[in-house]
Nanobody, 125 residues
Framework: QVQLVESGGGLVQAGGSLRVSCAAS????????MAWFRQAPGKERDFVAG????????SYADSVKGRFTISRDNAKNTVYLQMNELKPEDTAVYYC??????????????????WGQGTQVTVSS
């Protein structure tokens, strides 16, 4: 089992930056693909960014390309999402997820085996 705990969410003004983190316990993350999804009120859960087990492959939703960066530190069993130039439409609960198919970065929620509880990110205009 893998437990994922997100942190770093909060309230930020439009144009600002925020970094959310995901710390894992139970197993090492070094063999897992990791990703971030987000869900705004009344909307579906959407893929934001993903990274392969080695960090050699990343993928981003078009809406966040050039603004968000996903990274990982396998020694610390932690994944990060750096969010710059935040917009009100980035407001959502952000979820950290892990997949045992470490080579594959997928944008499909049901391809991920483990989910965190989520952290709220609110961007004010």
């Amino acid at each position: 089992q893998v437990q994922l705990v997100e942190s770093g969410g909060g309230l930020v003004q439009a144009g600002g930056s925020l970094r959310v983190s995901c710390a894992a316990s139970g197993r090492t993350l070094s063999s897992f693909a990791m990703a971030w999804f987000r869900q705004a009120p009344g909307k579906e859960r959407d893929f934001v960014a993903g990274i392969s087990w080695s960090g050699g492959s990343t993928s981003y939703a078009d809406s966040v390309k050039g603004r968000f960066t996903i990274s990982r530190d396998n020694a610390k069993n932690t994944v990060y999402l750096q969010m710059n130039e935040l917009k009100p439409e980035d407001t959502a609960v952000y979820y950290c997820v892990a997949s045992g198919r470490g080579w594959k970065v997928s944008g499909t929620p049901n391809e991920y085996d483990y989910w965190g509880q989520g952290t709220q990110v609110t961007v004010s205009s």
